[in-house]
């Protein structure tokens, strides 16, 4: 396959997101850490590298103190200026995340393919019912349309992924497309929440050697999942209740979808499943870096 991504220095790469602004987030991280991950059970082994275990601390130090005057002369910060911290970049994986470690008893859950209003607002409202925080995997498309709901999400504690523009099979698609998806989703999420997001999952968990060099280049980390409700068949709410409960295991990452289609069994199943799983001394996390 024509490579027209040649292996860049990871300095370069630094530099050219920090050019474009986009491994940047508001605040609050000034310790970058990474959480420890390990490949689910069955799987290939864990993403190689002690020094990808150690993430963003590997890479050079950030250029702040140049970057920063311009965010605040001009105008107030508010929760929607350009973050003004750039990341160091995490490394080029071969392989996503499919469950975490170093999480005692706590489970992640994931929902994909939105914001849709129709369902990801039901969502929020039991999650902050019960005081969790998720991870969303957007897709631009969906997220230009509903920035309220980004907003709402990231106010709230979760994490906003990055999950296309238009959710192709990413493996047909040539690098600069695949830039195009991630890129455009990253900046829109940006703009409405003030920071990139740090996690990318591929539509349809179809990966390639060059999703992995691109999310790299954008700063963010490829995460899947360890338990698959296949919510998207509409198989009724007790039997993606039913998938949850029984995969359920210290450092599991859930994949659902709030969008995508009728998700109104993913809705009630959340209401069933998620004060089950706090019943039986599961705690639900994110994923830090
Ligand atoms: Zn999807």
Not at 63 to 86: E, F, G, I, N
Not at 211 to 223: D, H, K, Q, T, Y
Not at 265 to 284: D, F, H, K
Request: glycine share 10%.
């Amino acid at each position: 396959m024509k490579n027209d991504q040649p292996l860049i220095g990871r300095r370069s790469v630094l530099r050219l997101a920090a050019a474009l602004g986009v491994t940047v987030t508001a605040g609050a991280l000034a310790a970058d850490r990474l959480g420890a991950f390990d490949g689910a059970p069955g799987t290939a082994p864990a993403p190689p590298a002690p020094s990808g275990a150690a993430g963003p601390a590997a890479g050079p130090p950030a250029s702040a103190p140049r970057l920063r005057p311009s965010a605040y002369r001009l105008q107030p910060m508010t929760a929607y200026a350009p973050a003004t911290r750039p990341r160091a970049l995490p490394p080029v994986r071969q392989r996503p995340f499919l469950s975490l470690t170093g999480v005692g008893r706590s489970m992640v859950l994931t929902f994909d393919d939105g914001p849709d209003p129709r369902y990801t607002p039901d969502i929020l409202a039991t999650l902050r019912r019960h005081d969790c925080r998720a991870v969303f995997f957007v897709c631009g498309e969906m997220a230009a349309e509903n920035r309220d709901l980004l907003r709402e999400m990231a106010d709230d504690g979760h994490v906003i992924g990055n999950h296309s523009w238009s959710h192709p099979l990413v493996p047909r698609l040539r690098p600069s497309r695949i830039r195009d998806e991630l890129g455009s989703t990253s900046e829109v999420v940006e703009r409405a929440v003030g920071a990139a997001p740090l996690w990318y999952r591929a539509p349809y968990g179809a990966w390639n050697r060059h999703s992995f060099e691109i999310g790299a280049e954008l700063g963010m980390e490829p995460l899947a999942w360890s338990v698959d409700t296949l919510d998207w068949k509409e198989p009724g709410s007790g039997t993606i209740v039913r998938r949850v409960l029984d995969g359920a295991g210290p450092g599991v990452i859930v994949l659902s979808h709030d969008a995508g289609g009728d998700r109104s069994q993913s809705v009630t199943a959340l209401r069933r499943y998620l004060p089950a799983l706090l019943a039986e001394g599961y705690g639900i996390t994110v994923p830090r870096r």
